[in-house]
């Protein structure tokens, strides 16, 4: 099962930055924290991933707390296409086995 | 660069009869899984590859789903005889390998999937 709790849903206003929270209290400590997003009737597209630091690609940034409990993605300048649903997932070190929880569901709005 | 391929796209098919999806994941990729996603919720994953050999199968349900890659590239999922319950999209993802893991940000990379509908 999933170990990470995030909203079921969320909405954010087009061109508006959209902070998707993620609870994780029980991460081990050799634990990433990656997101995915799954657009509708997609499969899952990577998004970004963090250990420790905070991280910033093309797509996105991920805030992670200190004491890495909880993190939070950043889409900074949110678009109509960014509409869909994100999820927050725990990937030990030299692990593969991503697991899925429900995710949060991502609305943009016009 | 040319994602992971799946087909077919839809399938709908009678109770207790059987189906079989096909999946080509990305040239060079060793890893392979195949997860099931019933509407509303996360992927699930059934099976996981490395290369031709089975990683993990320990929530694929063995009484009715298989699963084979038998040249290390391409594999089939097949389900039989098929449930009301199995109606789901079944995704394919591909990754490089298991050596470098999430250190190195190993990826997951998804098909379009499945769409399976049993009636």
């Known amino acids: 099962d999933a170990k990470t709790t995030q909203p079921p849903s969320m909405d954010c206003a087009e061109g508006r930055a959209a902070n998707l929270p993620c609870n994780h209290s029980?991460?081990?400590?050799?634990?990433?924290v990656y997101w995915y997003r799954q657009i509708h009737s997609q499969g899952p597209q990577y998004i970004i991933h963090g250990l420790k630091n905070n991280e910033t690609n093309e797509m996105a940034s991920l805030i992670i707390t200190e004491d890495r409990k909880s993190s939070t993605l950043i889409l900074p300048h949110a678009t109509l296409r960014d509409t869909a649903v994100y999820y927050c997932t725990n990937l030990a070190q030299g692990a593969q086995k991503l697991v899925f929880g429900q995710g949060t569901r991502l609305t943009i709005n016009p | 660069e040319a994602g992971v391929a799946q087909s077919p796209r839809y399938k709908i098919i009678e109770k207790r009869q059987s189906v079989a999806f096909w999946c080509n994941p990305i040239s060079g990729h060793a890893t392979l899984y195949w997860y099931q996603q019933i509407l509303g919720q996360g992927p699930k994953l059934l099976i996981q590859f490395q290369n031709n050999g089975v990683v993990d199968d320990s929530q694929l349900p063995k009484d009715r789903f298989s699963a084979e890659r038998l040249k290390g590239v391409d594999s089939t999922l097949k389900i039989q005889p098929a449930k009301l319950e199995d109606s789901a999209v079944y995704l394919c993802?591909?990754?490089?390998?298991?050596?470098?893991?999430?250190?190195?940000?190993?990826?997951?990379?998804f098909g379009s999937g499945t769409q399976l509908s049993v009636l």
């Open positions: 993802a591909s990754s490089l390998s298991l050596s470098g893991g999430a250190r190195s940000g190993e990826k997951l990379f």
């Open positions: 029980t991460i081990s400590g050799n634990e990433y």
